[in-house]
């Protein structure tokens, strides 16, 4: 286990709705990235959460949006969902330490549906 | 655009053979560079890393693999397969820069049959 937790597990939402999933971090980690993983795929980076503010993002609209708590927990909120958000959802923490990022570890993800 | 490739997206194997999986990154700098693995209803977990130093990495379960720079590969190894090895093993590098986010190949379904 890395200590590393994602809730909800599973989640059924409809077109247009808002979904926000959580992770919390391992302890001593202050970085959370969040990567969509869609079936048959793998993990593509939505954004990077350091120190509370967004530390890059990949290429995900903005309705994709995201939080870091001063516990360094973490949130990713869709807005509008659509049929293609149907996904994994994957949650990765690590330490930022000088110019590299320590090695990722990741919870057991968020699977949302969309009908 | 940096992009990691998986060679093979399905392989089948018996309880004792060799195993090779090949990766092949395209970024001209500095990389780290990981392998995943996901077993049936768990989540991924890191099975080795690069990051600098000697390029023949060893990781968990006897699996190991080599970096080569002038090939952009990170092909991973395990000379004797195990049932348990069944799972879906991605390669994925990290880049230098403000965010290092891991960029993932598409994922190499590993079935061994017993």
């Known amino acids: 286990e890395t200590g590393v937790t994602q809730s909800p597990t599973h989640l059924i939402k409809t077109r247009g709705q808002q979904v926000t999933l959580r992770c919390s971090s391992q302890?001593?980690?202050?970085?959370v990235s969040w990567y969509q993983q869609a079936l048959g795929q793998g993990p593509q980076f939505i954004f990077q959460?350091?120190?509370?503010?967004?530390?890059g993002r990949g290429n995900f609209p903005p309705r994709f949006s995201g939080l870091q708590f001063p516990n360094y927990s973490s949130e990713l909120n869709v807005n509008a969902l659509e049929l293609d958000d149907s996904a994994l959802y994957l949650c990765?923490?690590?330490?930022?330490?000088?110019?590299?990022?320590?090695?990722?570890?990741f919870g057991p993800g968020t699977r949302l549906l969309v009908l | 655009a940096q992009s990691v490739s998986q060679h093979n997206h399905h392989v089948i194997l018996s309880e004792a053979a060799s195993l090779e999986l090949g990766c092949n990154y395209s970024?001209?700098?500095?990389?780290?560079l990981f392998w995943y693995v996901q077993y049936p209803g768990q989540h991924l977990q890191l099975l080795l890393k690069?990051?600098?130093?000697?390029?023949l990495v060893k990781g968990i379960k006897g699996f190991e693999a080599e970096f080569i720079k002038s090939k952009f590969s990170f092909n991973l190894r395990k000379p004797s397969v195990q049932w348990s090895d069944t799972a879906e093993y991605f390669c994925?590098?990290?880049?230098?820069?403000?965010?290092?986010?891991?960029?993932f190949g598409t994922g190499t379904l590993l079935a061994v049959q017993p």
């Open positions: 990765a923490s690590s330490q930022r330490q000088g110019d590299w990022l320590e090695t990722q570890y």
């Open positions: 302890s001593g980690h202050n970085t």
């Open positions: 959460y350091y120190r509370e503010e967004e530390n």
């Open positions: 970024y001209g700098g500095t990389v780290n």
């Open positions: 690069y990051f600098s130093g000697d390029p």
């Open positions: 994925a590098v990290m880049i230098g820069g403000a965010t290092n986010k891991l960029i």
